[in-house]
């Protein structure tokens, strides 16, 4: 485990925020991360939401010593099977951000409770350079002022940056207000379709799977925008999908309570009992390996981490078809199931369809 701290300064100097990341790679510190399961998760982007800076100490704690922590957690929780899960760890590495908004969670301890956005007033997860700037009819600028132009702000690109270097195949970016999993895309309704709806398909499994093993179904499930019932420009989790290629993004709500009062944010946004806390901390760590577990059943992953039995589904759809198929038929069976069309030739097909369409969409978000 070993931490880094960058500082980023903005042109004209008048504001500035780091950004502490901490590296742990359960199987030992490597140089290079280029065989291992990478997956990068922050925390904190949101200054009110407190309660998910607690769950990094949590994941941490679990990460520094997963012999011990792991298999108590797993115990305790009743998830998952610790063989499986301590061995995919072991080919991990995870770069936790604690919390990325320091600046705004700075404004929340002196007391101004109800703010989210960062030092200067602008939020964080509307400064991305996906559909940047688009305002919804109920915009509210003392919520979501999205800067003054896309990547405008230092915690943008501090994050931005760790991503383009890391290359994450997991994007977890985990706020509060509610509890609920989601998944691309926040700026529109519905989820990838086309090339990346087999992937998609996949990612809505995982998080059903989690959400049944973790939560007994409780939480809300599905892409951002349509689940949570109002659309989100220029987030973080949708530049991770549609430009950056994380095949797997996502953004996690952890708490919400709707019986508190408008003004009450403390409580809207963190629980306030001690058994409340460990309750929201306990759970949405044991989730992050609930999560990991579901690995290797998804197509999306590194080869080497499938299961045998998706690889044995996949070269069975390879025998069928042969390889070069890239018929529409084809294309086709991809959005009914996951693995049907699953041809080397026609997975390639779509990481270049798919490609093409998110640079189309991030140069209509530049614009
Ligand atoms: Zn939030």
Redesign the pocket.
């Known amino acids: 485990m070993q931490a880094n701290q960058t500082i980023f300064v903005v042109p004209d100097m008048s504001y500035n925020s780091t950004l502490r990341i901490v590296t742990v790679e359960p199987g030992g510190l490597t140089a290079t991360h280029t065989d291992k399961l990478r997956i990068l998760v922050n925390f904190g982007?949101?200054a009110r939401?407190l309660v998910t800076s607690e769950i990094a100490l949590g994941l941490l704690r679990v990460l520094a010593d997963p012999a011990r922590e792991l298999l108590t957690l797993l115990e305790r929780r009743r998830v998952g099977s610790p063989i499986p899960m301590l061995e995919l760890l072991a080919k991990s590495v995870w770069k936790v951000i604690p919390l990325e908004n320091s600046r705004g969670r700075a404004v929340v301890e002196a007391g101004r409770f109800c703010e989210?956005r960062n030092g200067r007033g602008v939020d964080t997860?509307r400064n991305w350079g996906v559909d940047w700037g688009k305002k919804e009819p109920d915009y509210d600028p003392n919520e979501e002022f999205p800067g003054t132009k896309a990547f405008s702000e230092p915690e943008a690109n501090l994050v931005r940056e760790a991503a383009v270097l890391f290359q994450p195949h997991i994007w977890i970016n985990v706020?509060?207000?509610m509890e609920a999993l989601f998944m691309p895309f926040d700026h529109k309704v519905g989820a990838p379709g086309g090339g990346g709806a087999a992937a998609s398909n996949a990612t809505l499994a995982m998080l059903a799977g989690v959400n049944k093993e973790v939560f007994g179904g409780r939480c809300v499930v599905g892409p951002g925008g349509k689940s949570v019932g109002y659309l989100a420009h220029g987030t973080a989790t949708d530049y991770m999908h549609g430009i950056l290629k994380v095949p797997v993004s996502l953004t996690w709500e952890v708490f919400g309570d709707e019986s508190a009062a408008y003004e009450d944010c403390y409580r809207m946004f963190n629980p306030t009992t001690r058994e409340g806390l460990e309750a929201v901390v306990d759970s949405w760590t044991a989730a992050f390996f609930a999560l990991l577990s579901r690995v290797p059943d998804h197509m999306g992953m590194p080869r080497q981490f499938w299961s045998p039995q998706l690889a044995a589904q996949v070269a069975a759809v390879r025998a069928r078809d042969g390889l070069g198929l890239t018929r529409p038929a084809v294309l086709g069976s991809w959005g009914l199931a996951p693995w049907m069309g699953a041809s080397l030739a026609v997975v390639a097909f779509f990481v270049v369809l798919f490609r093409r369409r998110g640079r189309s969409r991030a140069t209509h978000a530049a614009q």
Do not use: I
């Open positions: 982007q949101h939401e989210r997860n706020h509060s207000g």
